[in-house]
């Protein structure tokens, strides 16, 4: 068989064979619609209760402020949305940080059009929100902030209780209501996403980030936060997300966050392991690389660096012809052709963020993988470098 | 994503690097994607006798380029003139919509070097 190593994880993974097998009957013979009054369908509200149950014991909440979503997207949609405007009597602005997710993004962006206002705090060259100008940025009409648990990219991780702590204490919000939402959709399987421990009243998750499956996703809302559902026409999830359950999804959500959680010490040790490897290796073997995001605040599975002198998609491409599938922020690896807003917001240089490259780690990858990565790599890099008219040693015809 | 044609240039492009004696060269870069391409000719008689190039950026700028030095290869000064980012998207039979820029980057630093060489003549 043609050989192909995955390292990008933090775009999706398999779906685990113990996640499949449990969604499996909820296709057929399990198929019911779980509003349904029938005897036959309360197994399917049974199944649906039993995921939300699950899902809420790792997130350490009640099981009535877990609702399902089609993923981590709308969640954040949801977050943005629902949130702010629930609020808009109290006050029109937002805060967010430079380097979210578009999801969280772009939500922002349209209520801009609706006449809020948004603070986009900026990061440290590590990727970490400033705080200093989060304490600054909140005011008497801030009514939400969201900041990721931890970033896609870079992997780096947010010091998201010490935000809730600044959020929940400022004046600014004395007597008043200032939600906190954390995109955690990176985090799951990797960090304890406890809501009490990380102090938010709001979270989302994505179940294809953690072996679930694509589709689906958990948006947590704690009890009495104010919240103005947008997706109408139906009582499902408490009459804040409308339309029939995507029971296969839900259940599959259940057990892969459980399976996530129940592995997650020997996951991170696994992980952290075989990253720290790849990044040596990389950094003993290769010239002018830079490291991207947190050096030890990062996630264990992510890593990134830009390599100088060379362009992401075609290091990519190489990398695609050598059996290794991993991805890059650069700028001719989006339909957009502009460079990651997350490296810029960091500080990295617009040309040497075009030759960022990201590989993202999972369960089944093993120390052969990281061997044939870095035995693979160095000689790419240099190849294409040979190419480049900015590398420091040109070629002479 | 890329037809074998794109893939060949790429992975074994022609006539990298610094042309030694090159009689023009022109630079040429994206400003938004940030694609940097620079072109060297050599011209006897009125012909492009020998060329080289050297890419910073996608593996489509990098074929575009190689195609582009066996393009004009023996060509008059007029003939590279009208080499269009068409002509190098038929050369390479095809590129995604979302790279055709880099065709036109390679028919522009064509141009430009052209024009350098005429401007010092």
Redesign the interface.
Known sequence: MKKFIYLDHAATTPVHSRVLEAMLPFFTERFCNPSAVYTVAQESRKAVDGARKTVADILGCVPRDVIFTSGGSESDNMAIKGGALALKESGNHIITSAIEHHAVTESCHFMEKLGFEVTYLPVDRYGVARLDALEKAINQRTVLVSIMTANNEVGTIQPVAEISRIVKNHPAGRGRTIIFHTDAVQAAGSLDINVDRLGVDMLSLSSHKFYGPKGVGVFYLRRNTPFISWQNGGSQERNRRAGTENVSGIIGTGVALQLAEENREHYVRHCTRLRDRLIEGIMSAIQDVHLTGHPTERLPNNVSFCFEYVEGESILLSLDFAGIAASSGSACTSASIEPSGVLLAMGVPVQVAHGSLRMTLGTDNTDEDIDYVLSTLAGIVERLRSISPLARKSAHV | ??NPRV?DH??N?R??????GADAQA?VENP???????LYIKVEDGRIKRS?F?????????ASSSIATELIQDKTLDEALKITSDTVVGALEGLPS?KM?CAGMAADVIHKAVKNYLDKK
């Open positions: 994503m890329y893939v790429f992975n492009p006539n990298v690097g610094i042309l030694d630079s938004v994607c940030g694609d940097l391409i620079n080289s050297q890419a910073f950026g996608c593996s489509a700028a990098i979302s820029h």
